[in-house]
């Protein structure tokens, strides 16, 4: 049996457009979000879409990730990659992380928030997955694992070097075809895609970076509680020059 890759991402931190750079691999087969439901159901938080995404999914956590792991051999591909968002581990069993190989997605608090908030008009700490991403990190480190981080802001500056970097780590073959994909929505992509998925399905590839040239007064509370967390996690990502071995 091969080890899944368990992606442990915050909102609007790009973790939909590596999803679809890791469908481009050859070796990989993709999951999106499959803890998003049980997540729904325990909190009971109002997000877009709500009723549809409880209703399409099985929204018993545990459960998910007992099938998927058990029948991940029986995947036509090696390898197989599952976006989940790090808020969503609620009540849940955490034995399947020494199972997984794991990967923690970050993004400035200052890019993303403004972001977040269209969807969630009052995000709170817990809607980031900052402190829920270190908690995890933490955990996995005195567990005896390396798992990597990738900050959005590196991956976009320079996605060949932070990708290869990545894949090496994780002992997956990079392959060039990562790097860009077709427009529009993937098969995979969960009922919730036309709530939260509008700028990537109008992506062809990953876009340069761009840093939010103003910040809303409302959230610079939630900024501030957010930024202690972020900066203890940037400190391990990969970072933009690294040179992987692509390079």
């Avoid at 923690?104 to 900052?130: H, N, V, W």
């Avoid at 340069?208 to 409302?218: I, L, M, S």
């Avoid at 391990?236 to 020059?241: D, E, F, L, R, T």
Wanted: hydrophobic share 40%; glycine share 6%; net charge negative.
């Amino acid at each position: 049996m091969t080890t899944a890759i368990c992606l442990w991402s915050g909102p609007r931190n790009v973790s939909t457009a590596l999803m679809y750079s890791f469908a481009q691999n050859e070796h990989v087969a993709v999951i999106d979000e499959p803890l998003y439901g049980h997540y729904l159901r325990v909190t009971g938080a109002e997000h877009p879409g709500r009723d549809e995404v409880v209703a399409a999914m099985n929204c018993d956590g545990d459960a998910v990730m007992r099938e998927l792991l058990i029948h991940q051999a029986e995947n036509p591909k090696p390898r197989m990659f599952i976006k989940h968002m790090a808020h969503h581990l609620v009540d849940l069993d955490l034995g399947f992380l020494h199972e997984t190989c794991n990967i923690f997605l970050i993004r400035d608090p200052r890019d993303m928030l403004p972001s977040l908030s269209i969807q969630l008009p009052k995000p709170r700490l817990a809607d980031t997955g900052l402190r829920r991403q270190w908690e995890l990190f933490s955990r996995l480190l005195e567990a005896g694992q390396a798992p990597t981080i990738l900050d959005s802001r590196e991956l976009l500056t320079n996605p060949r070097n932070v990708l290869s970097t990545l894949c090496e780590r994780i002992g997956l073959p990079f392959t060039p075809d990562m790097l860009s994909w077709e427009a529009g929505p993937r098969p995979e992509d969960g009922v919730w895609a036309p709530h939260w998925y509008h700028a990537v399905h109008q992506s062809t590839g990953f876009a340069p970076y761009r840093a939010k040239t103003e910040f809303p007064e409302r959230l610079k509370p939630l900024l501030d509680e957010c930024e202690p967390w972020y900066e203890q996690l940037i400190e391990h990502a990969i970072p933009a020059n690294a040179k992987g071995a692509d390079n």
